[in-house]
């Protein structure tokens, strides 16, 4: 059973375009929601992480919306660049216990330029 | 430099030949996980484990074993491999104790078994 859901599996803007890419949970447990970038050859690294008491949080061209209350989050990439062509997981983990991370099935993102 | 080495990159093997993939962290982390990474099914657990000799299971354990005798290492096993553990691997840590700490991952073992 897939605790985080992620849509859509593939995408592909043009230079400058604003990719989304939209995640879902249903355990209301969950209070840490990163995002991880994966280049091709190489192993994810965390891009941006956000709590559930915020509803937005930027960290450059890359910004997280969240929604508690539908319990949904998403990635957006302003102004998006060929270098930011890549596979992006969201994730999710709870306090206490092993603090698993819980990650969606990921999104590879093509920029065309 | 604080890295995640996993060894072997590559691993071509044959069915039911024992194989061990080792995983070394150095930033003193509680924390170690394996995942494995298929097309259209994102990362998935394998084993975790919170700390020197203690070690639980992920979501999709079969056919691995894990130990953890020392906090640097993580050692996955596959005592039997088979053709369905063909995979993009990875090990990861994190330090324990927080639910909103980095993972940090190592650059990924690729296995296939024939």
């Known amino acids: 059973q897939q605790q985080v859901k992620q849509s859509p599996q593939s995408l592909i803007v043009q230079k400058g375009g604003i990719p989304i890419i939209n995640c879902a949970y249903e355990n209301t447990a969950f209070d840490y929601f990163p995002w991880y970038q994966q280049f091709p050859g190489k192993g994810p690294a965390l891009l941006i992480a956000?709590?559930?008491?915020?509803s937005e949080k930027k960290e450059g061209r890359f910004t997280i919306s969240f929604n508690k209350s539908a319990k949904q989050f998403s990635l957006h990439i302003m102004d998006s660049q060929p270098g930011d062509s890549a596979t992006y997981f969201c994730a999710a983990s709870m306090r206490g216990g092993a603090n698993n991370l819980f990650f969606g099935t990921g999104t590879r993102l093509t920029v065309i330029p | 430099e604080a890295q995640v080495t996993q060894n072997p990159r590559y691993l071509i093997t044959v069915t039911g030949k024992k194989l061990t993939v080792t995983c070394s962290q150095n930033m003193n982390h509680e924390y170690m996980s394996w995942y494995r990474q298929d097309p259209g099914l994102g990362l998935r657990q394998i084993y975790y484990?919170?700390?020197?000799?203690?070690?639980d299971k992920g979501d999709v354990p079969e056919g691995y074993k894990v130990s953890r005798k020392e906090k640097r290492n993580f050692p996955l096993i596959l005592e039997s491999p088979s053709p369905n553990q063909t995979s993009l691997y990875f090990c990861?840590?994190?330090?324990?104790?927080?639910?909103?700490?980095?993972?940090?991952f190592g650059q990924g073992t690729r296995l296939t078994v024939v």
């Open positions: 956000i709590r559930p008491d915020v």
């Open positions: 990861a840590s994190r330090l324990q104790g927080q639910g909103n700490t980095e993972a940090f």
């Open positions: 484990s919170m700390n020197v000799e203690v070690t």
